[in-house]
């Protein structure tokens, strides 16, 4: 029995302990990873009001993946001034993002103020703001977990181009009447370089310019002066340069007069071609603009809100479409009712429209303050008309055009 257990002892040690001690020198080869892994994913995006696509999550700008390095995304582009981050999934603004190490982390001609990088879900909403706008070449390693920003320069000025152009302002005939219907549009003389030429009255007051990009109305994207102050008068303008939306600075015009002016967009300068300081009279009868108002019209009483009536010549305005049985009569702006408030009148009482036209075309013009009889035209027939108004012979032309 002992011989059995003794050869048993050597077996297990013939049998084991070789097995111990190869555990035990492969204890030597095993590696503790104690850093972070490299974050392995297919996409990276870019949000934020620097970026191309402002912060649209649904849509958000793609980087591209270097073809080397499957954890290397760059981008090289017009970085503008704002905040970003990076996105790593489209539509989800609760999922993982790549956040700046810091709040505030400045990206400018200098590169990137610190260049780790924080991938997570949720936590606080730390991002990047490129205060210098240019041309960056961007690079973002997931494996280091850092990035990397190089300023290449200024994007280059794209140039201007429009298919018609007008200005508004105090200074301009029209004043700020931002209706399209009442402006006039300038004369395109070139088209290399591309230029427009204004021939007309200037007042001391200021101006901005509109284009075809331009929302009149709604008083958005004109062309502006490169800066504030900048003045206009028969020695030129003061600073060249023209700038598409930003600041509201305006040209101010501090010499009345008659001006040639040619605005020149392939350039972005205004020059001054012209200058006659002898302004011609100009009377109410030379009024750019002119509104209808009355029951008789789709407006109504509304003296704020009227009916256009187009300017289709020199001194000619014309309205065509329906009116309703009611009155009306002809005024030159937009403001509210008073008592100074001009109007263009039948010459006499009793003035009625029907299929036969207008019993009375004389006009006449004054206010209630002048004590001017308030005559308006009396629509007899509702239909649809034509009304030709005529300041140079002060008279009005209607013909009925039918039901």
């Known amino acids: 029995m ?12 013939a049998v084991f302990m070789p097995m111990l001690f190869q555990s035990c020198k492969d204890d030597k080869d095993i590696v503790i990873i104690d850093e972070e892994l490299p974050l392995k994913v297919d996409h990276v995006y870019m949000v934020g009001d620097a970026s191309p696509v402002g912060w649209n999550i649904s849509d958000p700008f793609e980087l591209t993946r270097d073809a080397s ?3 290397v995304f760059t981008y090289h582009g017009v970085l503008k001034t704002g905040e970003m981050k990076f996105p790593l999934a489209k539509g989800d603004w ?14 400018n001609a200098d590169g990137v103020a610190k260049d780790g990088i924080d991938i ?10 490129v205060t210098k706008a240019g041309i960056y070449q961007l690079s973002l390693d997931l494996k280091t977990r850092k990035i990397e920003v190089k300023y290449e320069g200024a994007e280059p000025e794209k140039p201007l181009t429009s298919a018609w152009l007008t200005f508004i302002g105090d200074a301009t005939p029209w004043g700020w009447n931002n209706d399209p219907a009442v402006i006039e ?12 030429t204004y021939e007309g009255v200037l007042k001391e007051g200021e101006f901005k310019v509109a284009f075809d990009q331009t929302d009149i109305p709604a008083w958005s994207n004109y062309l502006q002066a490169p800066e504030a102050g900048v003045t206009l008068n028969h020695e030129g303008v003061s600073k060249d340069g023209m700038v598409k939306g930003g600041e509201d600075n305006k040209w101010k015009v501090t010499e009345a007069g008659v001006y040639k002016l040619v605005f020149d967009l392939t350039n972005k300068k205004i020059t001054v071609a012209h200058f006659d300081p002898n302004i011609p009279v100009v009377t109410e009868w030379d009024t750019k603009v002119l509104y209808m108002v009355g029951d008789a019209t789709s407006a109504g009483w509304s003296a704020e809100n009227p009916v256009t009536v187009t300017k289709s010549g020199d001194h000619l305005f014309t309205f065509e479409g329906e009116l309703k049985v009611g009155e009306l009569k002809f005024t030159p702006n937009k403001d509210g009712f008073s ?11 009793g003035a009625v429209i029907n299929e036969h036209g207008a019993s009375v075309a004389d006009i006449v013009y004054g206010s209630e303050d002048k004590g001017t009889p308030d005559n308006k035209w009396k629509v007899e027939k509702a239909g649809k008309y034509k009304v030709t108004v005529d300041m140079t012979t002060h008279k009005i032309k209607v013909e009925y055009l039918g039901a």
């Not at 002992?2 to 040690?13: C, M, P, Q």
């Open 69 to 71: 390095n499957k954890y």
């Open 94 to 107: 609760g999922g993982l993002f790549i956040y700046a190490p810091a709040a505030n982390t400045e990206i």
């Open 120 to 129: 997570r879900k949720g936590g606080d909403d730390l991002k990047w703001k």
């Open 2 to 13: 002992k011989k059995l257990f003794k050869y048993g002892l050597i077996l297990f040690a």
């Open 185 to 196: 549009k300038f004369q395109k003389t070139s088209d290399n370089p591309l230029q427009f």
């Open 339 to 349: 008592g100074s408030k001009p109007w263009f009148l039948a010459k006499e009482s």
